[in-house]
């Protein structure tokens, strides 16, 4: 019987779509613009696939943190090992994370993002093998499965001796708020060991002939912009490439929006989009895989939603990427929160790697549906 720990971020991730790069310390504002939680569904699409699986015995928080997740899908016993109130806090995952550790469970299961991975690694430091179920808006880190189906195998073929070292990123929130990533080794945890299941740390290339793919990339990309078209432009050095040649100071870790050659809005949030994609006859959504990871969509760019895209629909979608990036990629990956679109992209995508040049790159499916 494997013991499970659960711990669920009920706050993870709100504040992706609404353009504010994190939830930490901001969940008020999130709640102000609009933001609607999403960890409770991330979490059931996990634990529907575990409810009948009969080698598993969960340990969990009250209420939002994880209980009530549990009845819903399914789960009828189950053990309570900590208990809040009111709005669960960093406090509370610690707290929770010290019990688990002491209850000598085999795997800690957690929904959220890099601050929620920190914050439980900071109480069980390479005791307690970790996975995350991706729910926040940073996951830089490398202990987290690609998308919630996978992380529900990678639970069902848990084994102690097949464990790999992971990589928990700290990421300086002032600066990335600020458009700025730096990030730093907090630890290095043990996670479930499955080749192309779990996701590695982010990578910043900084090497010259990265700038110079960057640079032959974005001229070519200007050539073939339209006139009277608005293109939603991701995050990543690559799309800021592409705005500089316009003379447009781009928003690094945003997503911002340029139409004849000329900055509309910047660091926009998804009602932002919803309302760009009404009102213009056309538009085209330009995005980068996110570093070493290879997220298309799910990772970083939640404003570009699932709903954003398919109004625009996937012959608008303009992926680029320079050539060694790819190389690093062995597939790319999406986990846009809508299974049905993630499959419509089928098995490899057109990636625009130079100055008309392009190639395909294959597309990673899990066969992630929430039935």
């Known amino acids: 019987m494997k013991r499970i720990g659960l711990i669920v971020n009920p706050v993870a991730g709100m504040g992706g779509a609404v353009g504010l790069k994190g939830t930490d310390g901001n969940v008020e504002e999130a709640l102000r613009r609009g933001a609607v939680p999403h960890a409770m569904e991330r979490t059931r ?66 929904c959220g993002g890099d601050g929620t991975a920190r914050d439980i690694f900071e109480i069980t430091g390479r005791d307690v093998p970790l996975l995350g179920i991706p729910g ?33 990123l700290d990421v300086d929130e002032s600066a990335y708020r600020a458009g700025i990533l730096k990030t730093r080794i907090f630890g290095i945890a043990r996670t479930p060991a499955s080749a192309g299941k779990v996701q590695v740390a982010k990578q910043v290339y900084e090497e010259p002939d990265e700038e110079r793919a960057k640079q032959e990339i974005a001229r070519f990309i200007q050539e073939v912009m339209l006139p009277g078209t608005a293109y939603i432009m991701g995050a990543g050095t690559t799309t800021e490439a592409i705005a500089h040649r316009f ?35 056309e538009v085209r959504i330009i995005i980068s895989p996110i570093g070493a990871q290879g997220f298309l969509l799910g990772r970083g760019n939640q404003q570009i939603s699932a709903r954003i895209v398919r109004m625009v629909g996937l012959k608008n979608l303009i992926i680029v990427a320079t050539p060694h990036k790819l190389a690093e990629i062995p597939a790319l990956y999406i986990d846009s929160g809508d299974s049905d679109l993630d499959a419509e992209f089928g098995d490899s995508i057109q990636v625009i790697s130079g100055y008309r040049i392009a190639q395909r790159k294959k597309i990673h499916q899990s066969q992630n549906t929430t039935g």
């Open 136 to 168: 926040g808006v940073k996951m830089y880190s490398a202990v987290f499965a690609v998308d919630p189906v996978i992380a529900a195998e990678l639970v069902v073929a848990f084994d102690q001796r097949n464990l790999r070292d992971s990589e928990i």
């Open 247 to 281: 003379g447009v100071q781009k928003t690094l870790l945003g997503v911002d929006i340029i139409k004849d050659g000329t900055l509309v809005a910047s660091d926009v949030d998804e009602k932002t989009l919803l309302d760009l994609v009404e009102r213009e006859n």
């Open 45 to 110: 699409i996990t634990l529907s696939r575990l409810a009948r699986e009969q080698e598993l015995h969960f340990v969990t928080c009250s209420g939002s943190m994880g209980a009530d997740i549990l009845q819903e899908t399914g789960f009828k016993e189950f053990e309570i090992l900590y208990s809040f109130s009111g709005q669960s806090s960093v406090l509370d995952t610690k707290a929770a994370a010290r019990r688990f550790k002491e209850a000598g469970v085999d795997l800690i299961l957690f």
